[in-house]
């Protein structure tokens, strides 16, 4: 049985990371890669509101109640986890501290320009971490659906919404594909089992480079 498409992206992150990294979840599908992390990597996640050594999500019934990730969600510890204070937790992201940082998108555009904190005229309580997350992590990727809720494609030639950064982008997994950002351009570098190249590009709005030959699937 197929995965659903969230759980998929997130199952194909988790191969970005390696072990003994420092990794920042963002809202959304990135919080989703918890599920399909192979701990014996022993990475460290952290959270901006101030945790190191982050695990996996707790349901109310068994979650301690003061222990909570960025987005409010309650949370599980690994042995030897630190708590600090936000400006110690910002001076790590910074300090370029974080080897990957996963984060959604609202829009992407092909010099890896980031849109993911606002649409115009909705309410939004701020741009938050993202930010400095988007600028200071030493790998950025973006997990999203290939398409917005109505079928919108989500990575353009330029970005309409406002921007969280500017060409901080390195890599984009959807549940079609793995795409990555080169010198301003997309290069597709791998298609999920299920899709093909037509779909992809029919569902991309901006210029993809496509390698000759068959590319890896996921």
Not at 75 to 85: N, Y
Request: net charge neutral; with cysteine; aromatic share 4%.
């Amino acid at each position: 049985m197929s995965l659903p498409s969230k759980d998929k992206i997130a199952r194909r992150a988790e191969q970005e990371i390696i072990a003994n990294q420092v990794v920042n979840l963002g809202i959304g599908i990135p919080t989703l890669i918890l599920k399909y992390l192979n701990w014996e990597k022993r990475v460290q996640i952290h959270s901006e509101n101030g945790i190191l050594g982050m695990k996996s999500h707790c349901s109310r019934e068994t979650a301690d109640r003061n222990l909570i990730d960025a987005g409010g969600g309650y949370i599980g510890l690994v042995t030897g986890a630190s708590f600090f204070d936000s400006s110690l937790s910002f001076a790590l992201v910074r300090g370029g501290r974080l080897d990957i940082a996963f984060l959604g998108a609202l829009e992407i555009s092909t010099r890896g320009d980031l849109a993911n904190w606002m649409i115009p005229g909705k309410y939004t309580p701020g741009i938050g971490g993202g930010m400095e997350l988007a600028q200071k992590a030493r790998r950025l990727i973006i997990t999203t659906l290939h398409t917005d809720r109505k079928g919108k494609p989500k990575i353009l030639t330029s970005c309409n919404l406002p921007l969280t950064a500017k060409a901080c982008v390195d890599r984009i997994i959807t549940e079609l594909a793995v795409i990555d950002v080169v010198d301003g351009q997309l290069q597709l570098v791998e298609i999920a089992e299920e899709a093909t190249l037509e779909e992809i590009v029919e569902k991309t709005a901006a210029p993809l480079m496509v390698p000759d030959g068959e590319l890896p699937r996921f």
